[in-house]
């Protein structure tokens, strides 16, 4: 019996359909089908100004905006040849980390709801509304931030931002081990999640699976670590891995990695307070910097042509390993913008991690997915 | 035995007709005052209050639990309509009520609308065989505990009929889930309740809470009580076992294709059931309407104690089943039956046989009282 | 693959226990009776500082710690009187959501001009703002906006000039600028003198001054135009780029100066 | 890798039919093969060189012609390479990724149903984001997102 799981049901998460056919409780084949949330974002990404760009990458992921803001800008300097001044790089670390942090929460809360918890997930939901204040105090909106251009940040930290982001990171610490006795502490927590959805490392890559779902198979791929960009190179923090991989691992995996987080964005906090600076280059192309100029026609107005070029960027967004490839031909929008969703990768392998399991199961394996369906349609 | 609410509900009924009779002439004014009429609508209005009360009580128990639930999750619960959201409830009824009732176009009609019906009428059936305080009660049956059981099982039955009538696959995977988990929790419920019937020696709710009088049975049947706890847990699809609405998976299991009043009584049932569980776990372990001999007979004997300490006691343990709710995650099928299968039904023979420990160990000459078995 | 044999987990597992989230919800229970994190929105406002301070401090959150809300993008504030009508926010616009109508007060050849803004298109990007040369076009932390009808959630000037006066609280997070920008440059030998960049300038910054008619030489034709050039007043300028788009022999080019 | 070693590498396999082997930042190099070399260089790259993932499939359309580039990582060297190779626009075939790597079928479903690449002997050639039956390839620049008219208006509507 094939049964269509979405697009209106509350395992998805948003809107994709997954096919399930099961044999009594046991699934035999399963097809993700995805779409209903496409909305051409590369497409109009081609008709927009480079910084313009940016409130569409918040849109692309709902939850994790300013990761998608870093991915998309750091493309796109590369191809306008661009350099950022270094206290943008460390602002740009500090919200990757708090915007991992959000996530993170916010897919604990999600997961734990699919499993029949309600608590954590208004413990969750009431967490990431401490980040949420943070991201707002500099960046002025909640969710879709629009904080990042094309040589840098909008505008510097707010005064006393840092300590008020210390108090926030004092306060989350605990609530981390909350999480753990609700989830970790509860025997029904393991006898639902151990051996679920299982993959090996090896599965994983010919998979193309990436992020927390490959780190808890057990290898320690971080591109943080491996490709360091920002200012990764500069921060102590550990990769956190497990074994199994299955949900648990997946669950222990996400939870040290919020963990992490909370030490690296200390690190950075340290050192945004010892150093100021300018947050945007200077030497921008006209129609970089704001004002915009009116535009024409792809040049049509442009008597200096900008040298062309093409930008690739790769992040480890809190979902898995995102990446961004710009190609600029010199005009005031990006000739073809191409983005690379990790969640787009997980999903793809979702039949040879489904098959074999029950109906009850899925909801527990996909959310350990941790889907965004904003990103994977794009 | 004639209960005290009947003859309330009697004295009433004798009024009214009384007065509504003396404005009319002979023969009328005579049939009015017959005993037949005057019983009558003893019994109409015996039924009204019965349904009234019990329906308050289960509103109130929804309210109380989205407040509990509430604070558990740091927040409030319901806070406009009323004070305190107390009338909230009423007012999703309401709105429920003046829904559309409408039906799939490919369901079974007969099942469709039976099931809902016979679900909540089944349920609402207990109260009037539940005692709530020693004489008030609907019918004082010697075999009330069994019937009550008897009547609490019917319910896989039409929640099965009205998942698989209303043609839709997650409603019927619910309703069939659903059944497996009733049947397999009903055999546990039963045994531990046995245990109970051993120690009390009858069938009679008004009895066994009467033998409680010295020693609640929760000291000697803690086994047994967690056995029944368990299996109303399970009774009652609550979280960690309420896998037949699992909305994560499912949708809203049996009853996703309801709405409006249909799933008003889904909705209601379900909390007559919570309520009637709560109950039962009360009147056999916890001593119904009785208090131990140390608390201060001023607290016990004001008018209507009995019912004041009945439903505290009611409300706590279901408090306690909100906290379970609030804390814990589902299990799944295959666990939850193997739960109840390989875990619940050992330890309920365990407890009969505790009980009859209990049982022999009364009769030693310490306690000088000669071994009984139904009184 | 779920046929894979269940290997031994490192992590150590609590053994047939459900105490601890139990015991924690519990804790968790007792302390939401001080203050539970749900705001009574409509009668309690997080806008309000002593209210967020009276929060932190039951709560033990670090909720709203400084000014949280005072940096919110909301709705717009327009000061209509030193718009300059330049019709830069609605250039920046990526939603396209800003139209520019006319408005009273300006002379009836050159009608001035100022944003109208269609709330059901914004996404408060900020870029307007950002934008506007003269300052007049700020956002507010204003953000209740829900509105019955569509045709009402466009917003004239008249009704941001509104928002404006009721000084509603203002975002005070500014851009930061590029310090160097860009200036207008003419490719003078195409310029035909027609005066349509000054005519156009928002801020009047362009003069048209004279020059040399240069002496035919024989057999040459001299290109028919008027004799002057545009020079810009670079200080004035708020690159907007109007004459840039009015001049119809494209002679005018962003560009720096050397 | 430095690209003239990954140049030196590829020579001996694909002779000819490697184009170039260019610098690309972060990343040991771009290279640009002839498409009839596709998949024994996607082999080659995986299974001699190691860059086992796949991340990225993406197509560019440049009016006469169209890109098809791959973008694989290599978690010994740890770094990425990108593959790219060029089709006529009137007849846009390529040899697909997916039996090399298996994480290539949803990304050439992808750049199928966006830029209209066909790739010949993929498992499962379907739409993923577009509806089925949809009849248009969105990323060709040929598909406008709305008249070139309204930019004019609005440029001009001082």
Known sequence: MWVNMGPQHPMTHGLWNLKVRIDGEIIVDADPEMGYLHRGIEKISEDRHYNEVVTLMDRTCYVAGLSWETLYITAAEAALHIEVPERARWIRMLTDELQRIGSHVMWYAAFVQDIGLMTPFLYGMRDRDLILDLFQSFTGARMTYEYNRVGGVRNDLPNGFTDRARKVMDWLMPRFDEYDALCLGSDIFHRRCDDLGRLSATECIDLGITGPMLRSAGLARDLRKDRPYHRYDQVDFDVATATAGDVTARYLVRMEELRQSVRIVRQCLDWLDKHPGSVLAQELPRWLGAPYAPVGAEGYLLKRRYPSGTGFSAVEEPHGEAQAYVVNTGGEHPYRVKFRSPVFANMSGAKSYLVGYHVADIPPIMGSVDICVGEVDR | MATTLYSVSDAISSLLLGAVGSIFPEPVHGWLTSTDVVTGLAVLIFCAILLVASMINTIMLIWFERKLLGRFMDRRGAMHVGYAGLLQNFADGLKLFRKNTFMPREADRLGYFTGPTAYMVTSMILFGILPVSSGWNGGSLPLSLLLALAVFSFAPLFIFVSAWSSNNKYSLLGGMRSAAQMIAYEVPILLAVVAVVILAGSFDLNTIVLEQQNYWFWGPLVVALFVFFVGMLAEMERIPFDLPEAEAELVEGWNTEYGGMLFAFFMLADYVRALIGSLLVVLLFLGGWTMPSYVPTALTSFPLAGIFWFMLKTYAVFAIFVWIRASLPRVRTDQLLRIGWMRMIPLALLSIVLAGLVVLARCLPVFGCVPTLGG | ?258 | MKPEELKDNLAELLGPRLLAVEPFAGMAGRVRFERTAALELFRHVREVLGYRHLSMVGGIDWVDHREVFYVAWSDERKEYVLLSTDVPADDPHLESAAPVWTAAVWHEREAFELVGILFDHHPDLRRLLTPEGYAFHPLLRSFKLHEPEDLEVKTRNV
């Not at chain 3, 609590?14 to 229970?29: D, E, I, M, N, S």
């Not at chain 3, 860009?182 to 300038?201: S, T, V, Y």
Request: net charge positive; charged share 25%; with cysteine.
């Open chain 3, 1 to 258: 693959m779920a046929a894979s044999k269940p290997e031994k987990r490192p992590e150590e597992r609590p053994t047939g226990l459900v105490w601890k989230p139990l015991t924690t919800a519990a804790r968790q229970f007792a302390k939401s009776f001080v203050r539970p994190s749900t705001i009574l929105y409509p009668y309690e406002r997080l806008e309000d500082p002593k209210f967020r301070e009276k929060v932190a401090v039951e709560s033990g959150r670090p909720i709203g710690v400084g000014e949280i809300w005072d940096n919110y993008r909301g709705v717009h504030a327009l000061n209509i009187a030193t718009c300059i009508s330049c019709n830069l926010c609605a250039f920046s616009c990526p939603d396209l959501c800003i139209d520019m109508v006319t408005v009273p007060g300006g002379d009836p050849k050159h009608p001035k001009k100022c944003p109208q803004i269609d709330y059901g298109k914004c996404s408060y990007c900020g870029f307007c703002s950002d934008a506007c040369p003269e300052g007049c076009l700020t956002m507010t932390t204003h953000y209740e906006l829900s509105t019955p009808k569509r045709s009402e959630m466009v917003y004239s000037p008249q009704r941001l000039f509104e928002n404006y006066q009721h000084k509603l609280p203002m975002n005070p997070i500014r851009l930061a600028r590029p310090a160097n920008e860009d200036a207008i440059l003419l490719d003078a030998p195409l310029c035909i003198g027609c005066n349509a960049c000054a005519r156009d300038c928002p801020t009047n910054c362009i003069t048209m001054l004279d020059v040399a008619k240069p002496t035919a030489k024989p057999g040459e034709k001299l290109p028919r135009r008027i004799w002057k050039e545009p020079v810009v007043n670079d200080s004035d300028c708020v690159r907007c780029g109007t004459c840039i788009s009015v001049c119809p022999k494209e002679c005018l080019f962003w560009g720096t100066h050397k």
